[in-house]
């Protein structure tokens, strides 16, 4: 179980995760965002760290350095070397952090490859709580049983998909593509495959996504829900401001023309998107959703409603896009409001209360959804 006063150190093994989350996933460049708000919720990340040959990530390099993370140059050598130079690197350091600091609770690995797992056990030996996070098409099976928690990266909320490239130019844009099989445990050398068109409503490099630009119940929502996931028992008023302190540290519910976190807290209780009972101590409060849902039976009825007027104008829609047509009729709809991490899961909700029938559609390559 997560602790609120988790202090976290989190090493990445670079290139395994860019890799695999455009061979999986069609993302590219990495987007580390969403790393940074699932530990957020969990304590606070004192050190940041990813290795990599930076020559090959242009781009990331520049990501990566605005979100505060060190750069650990690995320079470019033949073969298998450079892999395990990485791997060995990234180890040893980790061990000899465990070691000289003592308040760091936590490690979070952010790879795929099961030559971790020693470090995994070690870090384990030492009494550390270990959070792995991979892609889940390039993640080893050996690896997530050896964490305490492993966090697959296609289901972080934030996580936007885009069309990964077709098998036989499996690799990162940019570079040069494998003639066959790489070693095993060796990344191969990439060449930039067809340019892909990625999902229309991705989140574009330098679009601002702080918290004085985005709802603030959906920000408060989206939080509380993460800590429910990742922690048992209440969550405390305070706690929550802390979260959300760790996920955007300009947030100021004064943006919001409120006068401290209570005040806005009382807000969204009377609005419904959260509810509010009284704490172990005075003045912070346990804050939940509303036992009721009657916020979200507007916002299951509205997507009910769209469903069936576009099967009754041309067929069962698809989810893509289907979001975009909730938004003509609600324009600010968002499904974080109501704390969920994505359109998927909002829809896969809507299936478990039996509102409406969702289901793949090889063709289609996509869900199509159709009213009860």
Not at 83 to 94: E, P, S
Not at 201 to 228: F, H, N, S, Y
Request: contains cysteine.
């Amino acid at each position: 179980m997560a602790h609120e006063d988790e202090r976290i150190a989190l090493f990445l093994d670079y290139e395994n995760l860019a890799i695999g989350a455009w061979d999986g996933l069609g993302v590219t460049p990495f987007d580390f965002g969403p790393i940074a708000d699932a530990l957020a919720e969990r304590g606070r990340i004192v050190v940041r760290r990813a290795y990599a040959d930076w020559s090959n990530f242009d781009e990331d390099r520049r990501l990566l350095a605005k979100a505060q993370v060190e750069l650990i140059e690995i320079p470019q050598r033949l073969g298998a070397s450079r892999k395990n130079a990485a791997d060995i690197k990234m180890a040893v350091d980790a061990v000899q952090l465990a070691f000289e600091r003592d308040f760091i609770t936590t490690f979070a690995i952010g790879t795929g490859d099961s030559d971790f797992t020693p470090l995994v056990h070690k870090l384990r030996e030492l009494d550390k709580r270990v959070i792995g996070i991979g892609v889940q098409s390039s993640t080893s099976a050996l690896l997530p049983p050896a964490c305490d928690e492993f966090l697959f990266y296609d289901r972080l909320p934030g996580v936007e998909t885009g069309t990964p490239p077709p098998r036989k130019h499996r690799g990162r844009p940019g570079r040069t593509a494998p003639a066959g099989p790489a070693p095993v445990g060796q990344s191969p050398a990439k060449t930039a495959p067809p340019a892909t068109e990625v999902a229309v409503d991705k989140i574009t490099v330098d679009e601002p996504v702080a918290a004085t630009t985005e709802d603030v119940g959906a920000l408060v929502a989206r939080t509380l829900a993460g800590l429910q996931r990742s922690t048992d028992g209440p969550v405390l008023a305070s706690r929550l401001k802390r979260a959300v302190l760790r996920k955007d540290p300009t947030f100021d519910e004064a943006d919001h023309g409120f006068r401290g976190f209570g005040e806005l807290l009382r807000n969204l209780e009377g609005q419904r998107v959260i509810a509010l009972t009284q704490g172990s101590a005075q003045g912070d409060p346990e804050v939940g959703f509303p036992a009721d849902d009657s916020a979200d039976d507007d916002a299951f009825r509205l997507l009910v409603q769209v469903v069936g007027d576009l099967s009754d104008a041309s067929g069962p829609p698809q989810l893509s896009g289907l979001k975009n047509q909730l938004r003509k009729r609600v324009p600010d709809f968002t499904e974080k409001r109501y704390g969920f991490n994505s359109f998927l899961s909002f829809a896969k909700a809507a299936r478990a209360r039996d509102l409406l029938a969702m289901e793949w559609d090889d063709d289609a390559g996509d869900y199509l959804l159709h009213p009860l």
